[in-house]
């Protein structure tokens, strides 16, 4: 929808120019009308990561905003069903196309930002720093989840897929952690 690169914008003054692609053609729809709707600009391509973009194109600031929950949790949740996740079994898949890709199009000095859900298969997340990154965890937000809008063994399945959960008052948490 664009709302992450427009409170940018909104914070950081108007001369900050934006890039912005999405795999999902209708989300770049509702990006571009959002983007008008404020009088402004952006660069807005529907493409899988960076595949329309050049070498040359770089930024100083990268938002991987690709919400990471594993395949099989999604299509049991009554929120994730609608969106793509084609090709993402561990809920991490893309995050790590993502860190394989992203230095090619960072300017020197330039910050990454991506989040990790705890619904994707946790075995699968890379150490950061074998990658050769410097992270830091600049946010972490637990939120809870309303079984009974699950369909089938919520907790069989996401125990079977690695989810990091947390059990607290008799509920289930999941969390998303932000890292720079």
């Not at 409170?7 to 959002?34: R, Y």
């Not at 609608?82 to 300017?107: M, P």
Request: hydrophobic content about 40%.
């Amino acid at each position: 929808s664009g709302v992450i690169s427009m409170m940018l914008k909104k914070t950081h003054g108007k001369n900050v120019d934006i890039s912005m692609s999405d795999i999902v053609e209708a989300s770049c729809s509702d990006a571009f009308h959002n983007i008008e709707a404020e009088g402004w600009s952006a660069d807005i391509r529907c493409s899988d990561l960076f595949d329309r973009w050049q070498n040359g194109d770089q930024w100083d600031v990268i938002i991987y905003d690709i919400t990471g929950i594993a395949t099989k949790i999604a299509a049991v949740s009554p929120w994730f069903t609608k969106a793509f996740y084609e090709g993402n079994e561990t809920g991490v898949d893309h995050l790590l196309r993502f860190l394989k890709e992203f230095d090619k199009f960072l300017r020197p000095d330039g910050k990454i930002v991506f989040p990790l859900l705890s619904l994707s298969d946790m075995g699968c997340v890379p150490n950061f720093s074998e990658l050769g990154l410097q992270v830091s965890l600049s946010d972490r937000t637990e939120w809870p989840l309303p079984l009974e809008e699950f369909d089938g063994d919520f907790k069989g399945l996401a125990a079977e897929r690695n989810c990091d959960l947390i059990e607290r008052d008799h509920m289930l948490f999941a969390w998303t952690e932000v890292y720079v």
